[in-house]
């Protein structure tokens, strides 16, 4: 039975190439805050070389002993991709923790696993406390994950003769990620060219921060965390640390570029503009940030919170968009505003971006489909004979992917309701913490309410909680069927 699931309905030593090359990969990122720490001259450097030598350690046999089995099956994506994900996170996360920074490695795993699926929620108390090293590894991160750890890895394998298909349509999570509609003919080209364009548009937003004033280290961490829509900040109260009007709008302008589809980035290099105008995702998207921005701004200058009204758009924008966009910076202390600002961002964790982007959570094309469903659904009862397709963008929606929308929306429900019953039992949390925790860690947020609001922080939560939290962030990034499918019977069928 055993030797079935291995060989059959999964090619197990493919499997283990592949997870071998992201041990890998694994080591040659941690490079990076390894040059960090030696630059800074601090006590971090032997728990990052510690970390890199595991990992390449595990990685480099792993790698070696299966490199001729190259033939990939459907499963065999979803099961990379998953353990991939754990296993890329349970390495990452012992710099942390062999450091002593965050001694629990309960805490250091939540941490982690929080910068990989561009979650943001922290269990730190004090952030500056933590070496330069350190920090610039829990920056990279999230932008590591804002692309996905497979998706790097998806753009290298086909050099070694590896069908990646799987992989990639695993990773993307069809209908939710960038391999919506396959802009090139070859899937190769397709990731190189977002990984490309999404570096330069992170090194294009650390010279705009430089620009204004921001260290290089703190430009670069925090431009990692911004496109990426991820939230991680280097100083203890996040962007609000600078009070700065100019790194606000910077990093509002990135984040909401960083909620569009990465496709209609390519069709506008391409001068296809009409593409562009008539995207309906887009439109809604934007339309949608105008209205709540506009309308928290208002409410927050009626009520004196800011007596000047650039002020309170500023704040805001900056608000709105960052919960919206799922990217969870933090300038102000929303629980403190007025009942009908908090209600617009209590909205804001309810709504998402756009597909096809760094965002996670649940996308604008999918309320929009809902929207144009239940209006359908109405119509057809007053007029049954008549005929209301669903279109997008122009083009008709069939009925397979608005059940699969409705099929998402579905599932939310019932993990968002269960979650929120599990956290109350894990970690003695007041229902509605329990709730929003589960909100803000499934759809990637980071701060939240209640007891996870924008000035605290997910370190009281007992361990079992974290463990389940960080979970949480996984089912979330992975667009929960990709991580869900593998518990169902008919997966592990022939």
Known sequence: MFRTILFDTINAFAILNIIGMSLLFTAVMLVFPTTVALWYG??????LVITSGIALGGG???????????????????IIVIVGWLLVTTISALPFFLHGSIPSYTDAFFETMSGFTTTGATILSDIEALPHGL?????????????????LIVLIIPLLGIDSLSLYRAEAAPGQGPDSQKFLPRMKDCVKWLWIFYISMTLFETVLLLLGGMSLFDALCHAFSSFATAGYSTKNASLGHYDSAYFDWVVIIFMYLGGINFILYYNLIKKDYTTLLQNTELRWYTSILILLCSTASYLLWKHGVYTSLTDAFRYGTFQVVSILTTTGYITADYELWPNGT???IFVCMFLGACAGSTTSGIKIVQLVILCKYLYAKMI????PLAINPIRLSGHRVDSQSVDAVLGFFIINIFIVIGGSLV???LSDMDIFSAFMSVVATVWNIGPSFGTVGAVDNYGHISDAGKWFLSFNMLVGRLEVFTALVIFTPYFWKR
Not at 380 to 383: K, L, R
């Open 42 to 47: 601090e006590d971090d450097i032997t728990a």
């Open 342 to 344: 908090q209600g617009i």
């Open 380 to 383: 057809h009862i007053v007029q």
């Open 135 to 151: 920090l610039f590894w829990r920056s990279m991160t999230q932008f590591v994950g804002g692309m996905g750890i497979i998706m």
């Open 423 to 425: 956290m109350t039992i």
């Open 60 to 78: 480099l046999p792993t790698w070696w002993l299966f490199r001729k089995h190259r033939v990939l099956k459907f499963q065999d994506g979803f």
